[in-house]
């Protein structure tokens, strides 16, 4: 699985995504059985709404990803306990874009 991770904006400056680089080294959370993991990228959204995330999405697949993960945070708002208040329209996005032969995954950890 090659990854690649798109993180909420605004907990870039609490969070370094060590829990995000531990579930992959660890294979636990949504990486549980996943095999081999490479990291191809780590990026933010590119703030709100959230559309940049799309670009973001599709440079991430040219340099290799076959899986977009949305980091923890965007869903659960965590550490700042402040959830993307876009997440659901930005994931929508984003899947409409990626299409169905590439996996996208929901969370971290």
């Known amino acids: 699985m090659k990854v690649g991770i798109i993180r909420f904006m605004q907990t870039e400056d609490y969070c370094p995504g060590t829990s995000d680089f531990r579930a992959m080294r660890e294979y636990t959370g949504v990486f549980e059985g996943a095999g081999e993991i490479e990291l191809v990228g780590f990026i933010n959204c590119g703030g709100c709404p959230g559309k940049k995330a799309v670009l973001r999405a599709r440079e991430l697949l040219k340099r290799g990803a076959d899986t977009i993960v949305f980091a923890t945070c965007i869903g659960k ?8 208040p876009f997440a659901l329209k930005m994931k929508a996005l984003v899947r409409k874009e990626v299409g169905e032969n590439v996996r996208f995954l929901d969370y971290t950890h």
Do not use: L, S, V
């Not at 708002?77 to 993307?84: A, D, E, L, S």
């Open 77 to 84: 708002g965590t550490p700042i306990g402040y959830p993307c």
